[in-house]
């Protein structure tokens, strides 16, 4: 029967397809592996519902296709039946959803040791700040931007100026450190995509939005923009480095702080007003 | 016993409504342009969505020639391939499976199958199609306008809707507002009518529990959209607000091109609840008439009743109200108050169980039946693979913490084409060479149904199977390039072109069903007025096609529910809603 066995090789195939495919996931590089594990659930439970079906719906076509002579069963209902299928897919159910609520908690839930760094989009590139020795990160207000002040610092607040300010760079992050990475737009919607990283979130203008990670893996990883910012949106590239340590605060000394960045541009505009010299 | 013929008339209640006289045209311009004939209507809405529909269908085909073969097409660039998407979606969604479902179907069937002469606020019905037209035409316009349709996505998301980095800034996403208001407007007037046909004009004895599921479908899901609807429209009226006077009800503070804009105050997150407060009982409005017209397929094509009627009516009727609480699972990872993420990541995953129920009626409806493999039957087949293939990635992406890295990707591409894409398509395709009989009075080919369907449906798998894959990799959606990234190995480049040239094969196919549609029309093989041997009223007209008022002098009484095929002691494997119960069965049921 043709076409009971083109059915039963679709659900054959896709399950082959899944196992033999050379298109995973990327290997992880932060220790939301706890996220990984519940899409693996996700995919066993939906695996064996999906070629249950199928095939129950295929041995259907095969068994009871038309014949000369056949005629159907009369049956409207079977209500236990229905309620045995009703409570096996609530199992079913909840066997996804509640390992999804317990990493969603902790998700949500940011270590109180972990420190914080600033990704700013805006159309289209990359800006990173890093708190500085006093490890808080200076008020910054859209309305405070302009061609000297990029991020839009506050000139005023004394915990901005020692922030290590990466404009249109790459970001490096420590080893092993639970970093809260603060999610910040000065036009339209951006989403800061790492895919190792399994976390993203939108950045949203008016808004400052977040997620955690803590990365386990060194190495070099593409930041993409996962949420449309028009016409540019598939170029807004960037790199972050997982470095360990000693990398890291190697890396974090060749940076410039705030007040080194307007410092420098004070003088370089002193000396274009004093004629060069 | 005595075989005693008996009307069974006098415990069935009066209709709610008393027959009416009818507008009846004069001239050939009110029968066949400005008709009030819902069958006339139906038709008009049909062939409008479906030529709007291949406008989208050949924006496919622009996006998957940029996608699988990039930088070898120079006449696309990064703004049309935005404007194309966003375009293909709006279009697909709202211009051609709403409309489809709603002013195609459900104008032509839902009086026929209560058994009404006709919807019963005929002129607000003829209304309802030109302003959809209307829509339809602003819509098609912002092709031709200066700086051409919106490139947003078709989710419009502001501040970027309106903002100057993105295509279509000055005119095209003003006419996508204004056709949105207008499509509003259009679908108001015929969903009331729709509402009212069912609740009041329904035939003697046509209790609501008699009802094909087709109709509870349909009804359910314009209930939806009447409650639905209003969101977009205010978004909609709000967003032109923000465009045209530079109101800030979506619009923060500011840079747009290096310059603080005169915004300030508003709320992007505002748009995107009040989005998907109207988009995600959407998805459902395109997925209950969907629902119901395959539950009237496989049981008439497997001559069998539809197993579980009453739990398919529930599960349609609780799948509605629950589909108004789930809507923040759209916004997952937009920077909400991430304690949503429990209540709606909760809500998503109830909602699987009735939609798990529905499935499992209709392959038990297949069990011990009797099954015709039709070109019907067998979109019906193909509706319920990809069907629970799609519900069953939904239940990744609506459990909050597996969407986090799986948002944005080709597997959400890859998830809603085929749950709302490609499912909902081979019902309607299925519902086509089921009913074209009825409208026509000629069959369709059923060797070229065949090839169109095969080639569909296995085509349609091959496309968006594998995408899900590439999201899986973190392959990231509406991207006009993927450029260089480390984590995108060569073949998932080869993935990208194999799908590309199987969708402009899927593509080419459905020109053999075009072809089908005319031939049939004049060469088909006349089909009488019951070619399925079907139990719902439309199939028990006087006439086919039927004519103006369905139902010749006298209504229809109904005495039966819609799904008594194969009865036992029954001469033949069906027996119409119509049909007069015999004395001997009378008695049966009473000593029962």
């Known amino acids: 029967m043709a076409v009971a066995l083109i059915l039963l090789l ?64 009369y049956n409207p209902e079977n209500k236990k039946l229905e309620w045995w299928l009703s409570v096996g897919t609530g199992v079913g159910v909840a066997a996804m959803l509640a390992p999804g609520l317990v990493v969603w908690h902790q998700f949500v839930t940011v270590p109180a040791d972990a420190t914080e760094v600033e990704v700013m989009g805006q159309q289209w590139q990359w800006s990173f700040r890093l708190p500085g020795k006093d490890g808080r990160l200076g ?32 970001l490096h992050l420590p080893i092993g450190k639970p970093v809260k990475v603060l999610l910040r737009s000065v036009d339209v919607l951006h989403d800061f995509y790492v895919p190792e990283f399994r976390a993203k979130m939108d950045m949203v203008p008016g808004m400052v939005t977040y997620f955690w990670i803590k990365p386990i893996r060194t190495g070099t990883f593409d930041v993409l923009c996962a949420e449309l910012c028009g016409a540019a949106h598939y170029q807004m590239r960037a790199k972050v480095t997982v470095d360990n340590e000693s990398d890291y605060h190697a890396w974090l000394e060749q940076q410039k702080t705030f007040a080194e960045l307007s410092g420098r541009n004070a003088v370089v505009r002193a000396t274009y007003q004093s004629g060069g010299k | 016993m005595v075989d005693v013929p008996y009307d069974g008339i006098a415990g069935i209640p009066p209709a709610e409504v008393p027959d009416v006289e009818l507008y009846h045209p004069k001239s050939w311009w009110t029968r066949y342009v400005f008709s009030q004939d819902a069958k006339v209507i139906a038709v008009q809405y049909s062939l409008t969505a479906s030529a709007i529909g291949l406008v989208a269908l050949v924006l496919s085909w622009l996006m998957r020639l940029q996608l699988g073969f990039p930088g070898t097409f120079s006449f696309i660039d990064a703004n049309q391939y935005l404007q194309f998407i ?4 709006m279009i697909m969604v709202i211009y051609l499976l709403t409309a489809l479902f709603l002013g195609g179907f459900g104008n032509y069937l839902i009086p026929l199958m209560v058994g009404a002469r006709d919807m019963v606020f005929p002129y607000v019905n003829m209304l309802s199609y030109w302003v959809y037209l209307l829509a339809v035409l602003v819509l098609a316009s912002t092709f031709f306008v200066p700086g051409g349709p919106t490139g947003a996505g078709w989710t419009l998301y502001p501040p970027q809707a309106i903002l100057s980095g993105t295509p279509g800034q ?55 959209a009447l409650l639905a609807f209003p969101a977009l429209f205010v978004a909609s009226v709000m967003l032109l607000l923000d465009r045209l006077l530079g109101t800030s009800f979506f619009m923060p503070s500011l840079v747009e091109m290096g310059t603080l804009s005169k915004y300030s105050g508003g709320s992007p997150l505002l748009f995107q609840h009040l989005f998907w407060f109207f988009g995600h009982p959407e998805v459902y409005i395109v997925a209950l008439p969907a629902f119901g017209i395959v539950s009237d397929l496989i049981s008439t094509h497997a001559r069998k009743n539809i197993f579980g009627y009453r739990m398919m009516v529930w599960a349609i009727v609780g799948i509605g109200a629950l589909s108004f609480v789930v809507w923040a699972h759209h916004m997952y990872v937009s920077g909400m108050f991430p304690q949503f993420g429990y209540f709606f990541a909760t809500t998503t995953l109830i909602i699987a169980v009735p939609t798990a129920i529905k499935v499992y009626n209709w392959v038990l409806t297949l069990w011990r039946g009797d099954i015709h493999l039709t070109v019907p039957m067998l979109f019906a087949l193909g509706f319920i693979i990809t069907f629970v293939n799609g519900g069953l990635t939904g239940l990744f992406l609506g459990n909050v913490v597996v969407d986090v890295p799986l948002s944005d990707t080709m597997f959400v591409v890859a998830h809603f084409h085929m749950v709302m894409g490609v499912a909902p398509i081979m019902v309607v395709l299925g519902a086509i060479y089921h009913w074209y ?3 026509t009075g000629r069959m369709l080919n059923d060797v070229l149904g065949k090839f169109h369907f095969w080639v569909t449906f296995l085509g349609a798998y091959l496309i968006f199977f594998p995408m899900h894959y590439l999201g899986l990799l973190g392959v990231p ?16 480049h080869s993935l ?27 060469r088909g093989e006349p089909s009488g007025g019951n070619p399925w041997r079907a139990t719902t009223l439309e199939w028990q007209t006087p006439e086919t096609p039927p004519g103006h008022g369905n139902w010749g002098k006298e209504l229809p009484i109904v005495y039966r529910w819609a799904y008594d095929y194969s009865v036992p002691g029954a001469e033949q494997d069906f027996i119409p809603q119509n049909q007069p119960p015999r004395a001997t069965r009378a008695a049966q049921g009473a000593a029962s």
């Open chain 1, 10 to 73: 679709v659900a054959i195939g896709s399950v082959l397809f899944h196992l033999y495919s050379p298109w995973w996931w990327t290997p992880i590089a932060t220790d939301w592996s706890y996220i990984d594990h519940t899409i693996s659930i996700t995919f066993w439970i939906t695996g064996v519902v999906f070629t249950a079906v199928i095939a129950f719906m295929a041995y259907c076509v095969f068994r009871f296709h038309h014949r000369e002579g056949r005629r159907a069963d």
């Open chain 1, 139 to 170: 008020t910054s207000d859209v309305r405070n931007i302009n061609p000297e002040n990029p991020l839009g610092l506050n000139r005023d607040d004394p915990h901005g100026q020692d922030d290590v300010v990466i404009e249109n760079g790459d």
């Open chain 2, 86 to 89: 966003t375009m293909h979606g």
């Open chain 2, 170 to 224: 000055d005119w095209g996403i003003i006419l996508m507002m204004a056709s949105l208001i207008l499509f509003i407007i259009g679908f108001t007037m015929g969903g009331l009518n729709y509402v009212v046909t069912v609740l009041q004009a329904r035939t003697r004895g046509m209790t609501l529990m008699r009802l094909p599921l087709t109709v509870w479908g349909i009804f359910t899901a314009t209930v939806m």
């Open chain 2, 437 to 439: 009989p009825k409208v």
């Open chain 2, 477 to 492: 959606r509406r991207y006009f390039e993927l450029g260089d990234a480390a984590f995108i190995p060569p073949s998932a």
């Open chain 2, 496 to 522: 990208n072109a194999f799908i590309s040239v199987v969708a402009l094969t899927v593509g080419f196919s459905q020109m053999v069903f075009l072809f089908n549609l005319v031939w049939s029309l004049f």
